[in-house]
């Protein structure tokens, strides 16, 4: 799938959103992608995470035994990359502000492990999920997300596969343009600011 085609999903299912948002990493856009609605149709979640996998090189692909995924955001994906690459699917979850795996979720030591979100802006959500599964006992040998609003910038410290990376600029409170500084900021993640 081409960066177009892509977008043109995200256009499709009304997820592509202009206006003042407020992230889940704490900076501004004028831009937010709302995944939640580009995965609602399972049709249009199964051929993103189809297109997804065929972006990991083979070597990878047939390494991973279990999908990992963060609550709330990156559920849908992980459950469909599951179907897409074969393997189980599970997610870690925040309870008491850390992410770790609960609801009978278990991973087996050393099992290989792809960590797939729906968004990576700063990658903090990927690295503090990263940290809960290998906590958990499990290897994480790849990232993936469908979108990466870093451009290519986000280090995860492992290979990491985005469907998509775009660099809709993105702002720190003290340097928001005069247009975003004018409106009120939305705040349509999922995630508490500090």
């Known amino acids: 799938m081409q960066e177009e085609e892509v977008l043109a999903e995200f256009r499709a299912s009304k997820a592509l959103l202009e206006g003042h948002f407020l992230l889940s990493s704490g900076r501004h856009s004028a831009h937010y992608l709302q995944c939640a609605r580009v995965l609602q149709s399972p049709?249009?979640?199964?051929?993103?995470?189809?297109?997804?996998?065929?972006?990991f090189p083979h070597d990878v692909r047939k390494q991973i035994q279990k999908v990992v995924s963060p609550a709330?955001?990156?559920?849908?994906?992980?459950?469909?990359m599951g179907r897409a690459l074969q393997v189980d699917a599970m997610f870690v979850e925040r309870p008491t502000g850390t992410f770790e795996l609960r609801r009978g979720f278990e991973l087996d030591p050393g099992?290989?492990?792809l960590m797939v979100e729906d968004v990576v802006t700063t990658g903090k959500s990927s690295r503090?999920?990263?940290?809960?599964?290998?906590?958990?006992?499990?290897?994480?040998?790849?990232?993936?997300?469908?979108?990466?609003?870093?451009?290519?910038?986000?280090?995860?410290?492992?290979?990491?596969?985005?469907?998509?990376?775009?660099?809709?600029?993105?702002?720190?409170?003290?340097?928001?343009?005069?247009?975003?500084?004018?409106?009120?900021?939305?705040?349509?993640?999922?995630?508490?600011?500090?």
């Open 128 to 194: 503090e999920a990263i940290k809960a599964i290998e906590a958990a006992g499990g290897t994480v040998i790849a990232a993936a997300a469908l979108v990466d609003r870093s451009a290519g910038a986000v280090d995860l410290g492992v290979p990491f596969y985005p469907l998509v990376a775009l660099s809709f600029p993105t702002y720190a409170e003290d340097e928001l343009p005069a247009e975003l500084a004018a409106t009120p900021a939305i705040k349509p993640g999922s995630r508490q600011q500090p």
């Open 43 to 55: 049709d249009r979640a199964a051929r993103l995470a189809v297109a997804l996998a065929a972006t």
């Open 111 to 113: 099992d290989k492990v």
């Open 72 to 80: 709330m955001g990156g559920v849908i994906i992980g459950q469909e």
